[in-house]
């Protein structure tokens, strides 16, 4: 069982950066291919953004490419979402996830094995 916390969501104006953190529990984290996704009021939840177990691969949306980069650093077990040039539309709760039976490339269309239970984004216009 891999225990996700996320943090680091809050409220700003358009244009504003933010940066979301995953903190994941177990001594395996660099075995763990992790991922973002959101979820906006009344639509699906949708991959934003994943990172290989090294590091070495990452995979974005389209919405989302060249504004979140994706990190991670495995000593310390944590996962980061740097967004830059936030939109209203990126307005959602976020979920950090964790893959450990395939891969990081497999997370932009298959359900992660393990969830967190979000963190609230909020861009005003």
């Known amino acids: 069982q891999v225990q996700l916390v996320e943090s680091g969501g809050g409220l700003v104006q358009a244009g504003g950066s933010l940066r979301l953190s995953c903190a994941a529990s177990?001594?395996?984290?660099?075995?763990?291919?992790m991922g973002w996704f959101r979820q906006a009021p009344g639509k699906e939840r949708e991959f934003v953004a994943a990172?290989?177990?090294?590091?070495?691969?990452?995979y974005y949306a389209e919405s989302v490419k060249g504004r979140f980069t994706i990190s991670r650093d495995n000593a310390k077990n944590t996962m980061w979402l740097q967004m830059n040039s936030l939109k209203p539309e990126d307005t959602a709760v976020y979920y950090c996830?964790?893959?450990?039976?395939?891969?990081?490339?497999?997370?932009?269309?298959?359900?992660?094995?393990?969830w967190g239970q979000g963190t609230q984004v909020t861009v005003s216009s």
């Open positions: 177990g001594r395996a984290f660099s075995t763990y291919h």
């Open positions: 996830a964790c893959d450990v039976s395939t891969s990081a490339r497999t997370m932009r269309t298959s359900p992660p094995d393990y």
């Open positions: 990172i290989s177990n090294l590091g070495v691969s990452t």
